[in-house]
């Protein structure tokens, strides 16, 4: 029994270690839920960016995912960009948050029920 227990676990961080992203995988479901629809704020288009990668890969990985939040991405860094020029002419930043806030909630609606 111990040795089946053993190669069961084995098994799945085998799985685990070799994740594979394609849009019906019941384990890249999981890491949605866990990086994208858990997660109920970011500060920084890179905070969002990282949670991303780690629940749906790269967009090299599944581009299926990433051409679905393809819009709200580059509105993302569009807007990144306009509020760090801000920041270098004396505005605070806090708009970077509530920036990032809104547009990583119209990434979660495309991931989560």
Not at 28 to 35: I, S
Not at 43 to 52: V, Y
Not at 69 to 85: A, G, H, N, S
Request: aromatic content about 8%; glycine content about 4%; proline content about 2%.
């Amino acid at each position: 029994m111990k040795e089946y227990i053993k190669n069961k676990l084995n098994e799945q961080f085998k799985v685990y270690q070799k994740v594979d992203y394609s849009l019906n995988n019941k384990h890249n479901d999981e890491l949605k839920r866990r990086y994208v629809c858990n997660v109920l704020s970011v500060k920084t288009i890179e905070e969002g960016i990282d949670l991303l990668n780690n629940a749906i890969g790269t967009k090299n990985q599944n581009p299926e995912d990433w051409d679905k939040i393809q819009k709200p991405i580059q509105m993302w860094v569009d807007i990144t960009k306009q509020l760090r020029q801000e920041i270098k002419t004396g505005m605070t930043g806090d708009s970077e948050v509530d920036e990032s806030n809104t547009w990583w909630s119209a990434i979660q609606s495309t991931f989560c029920k």
